[in-house]
């Protein structure tokens, strides 16, 4: 099985968290735990697997002083 590094839903990129989850169950506590950290999540299921896909917005940036 080699599942998409990306997806794309309602014009937003998410990209794949490199696990592949038995069940469902599993997959939604990842998902809830990425939520907790300002993360956009989206569940896929392929081949049985549950994939967990991901993306978070940068809201600031940091610039160095030199």
Do not use: H
């Not at 907790?36 to 299921?45: G, S």
Request: glycine share 4%; net charge negative.
């Amino acid at each position: 099985m080699s599942p998409n590094l990306s997806l794309i839903r309602d014009a937003k990129k998410f990209m794949w968290d490199g696990c592949l989850y038995s069940t469902q169950e599993e997959a939604t506590c990842a998902a809830e735990a990425y939520r907790k950290d300002n993360f956009e999540v989206e569940q896929a299921e392929e081949e049985g697997k549950f994939l967990i896909y991901t993306r978070r917005v940068v809201k600031e940036v940091a610039v160095a002083v030199q």
